[in-house]
């Protein structure tokens, strides 16, 4: 009766069908929804804008909250840490989770205010993540992003020999994810790069900056194209 019971209100939550496995103890669920309920306490308490159903660990820090928009139905777990301090703030659609131990920062230098981030709707930020937005980061709407990922919207210009790199300035290009793509496990992202919809990006890979294809997967150091995603086209390129 309680399984069924939830499953109906997290259905209606997230706008499909949800089931939680039947072989989930009771005892678990009853734990969990503990947890979930002094979640959705604290963020009613946190003062950060919201649709409503904005469930935040007592265990993550937010700071500028006034920079910080989420949707409905939105969870920021344990040991997160967001600085929304940046020109457009970071802004969260509808059904959001932002996972276990993950960091982003708005603005990486108080020289030059970050552009921030937006992330669509339906979107997963895995565990132990980096999101650097001072250049600027967008997500699409029903995209996975792996755990360990990091994205590095800056890039430091090296040009001078005579100059020290950390004198000469930066790039604020922007790194934007189009929607259905999935970011597999310890990706890196570099400033400059645009991922189009429906992308697969391999775990482990490193993104520089460039376009990469609707529908492709890639993967390697630095990323190159592994396969088409298209059924009557699918080969492996060599």
Not at 19 to 26: G, L, S
Not at 34 to 46: H, K, P
Not at 85 to 114: A, C, P, W, Y
Not at 196 to 222: F, H, M, R, T
């Amino acid at each position: 009766m309680l399984i069924e019971l939830l499953n109906k209100t997290i259905s209606k939550w997230k706008g499909y069908d949800y089931h939680i496995d039947h072989r989930v103890p009771v005892g678990y669920i009853v734990l969990l929804a503990l947890g979930r309920i002094t979640m959705l306490v604290w963020g009613y308490l946190s003062g950060v804008k919201n649709k409503g159903l904005f469930f935040l660990s007592t265990k993550s820090v937010i700071k500028a909250r006034g920079k910080l928009v989420v949707g409905k139905s939105v969870t920021i777990a344990r040991g997160c840490y967001i600085d929304a301090l940046s020109e457009k703030g970071i802004s969260f659609g509808d059904n959001v989770s932002m996972g276990i131990n993950t960091r982003i920062e708005g603005t990486g230098n108080l020289q030059h205010l970050g552009k921030g981030m937006r992330v669509g709707n339906n979107v997963g930020l895995g565990y132990d993540s980096f999101y650097g937005c001072s250049g600027g980061i967008e997500i699409g709407d029903d995209t996975i992003i792996g755990n360990f990922v990091s994205f590095h919207s800056e890039n430091h210009v090296f040009d001078s020999l005579q100059t020290p790199i950390r004198l000469q300035g930066v790039t604020h290009k922007g790194i934007r994810i189009g929607k259905n793509c999935w970011i597999g496990a310890k990706a890196t992202l570099l400033d400059g790069v645009t991922v189009e919809d429906g992308c697969i990006i391999a775990a482990g890979a490193l993104l520089k900056a460039g376009v990469y294809q609707a529908n492709n997967i890639y993967g390697g150091v630095p990323a190159r194209l592994i396969r088409y995603r298209d059924e009557e086209e699918a080969y492996h390129v060599s």
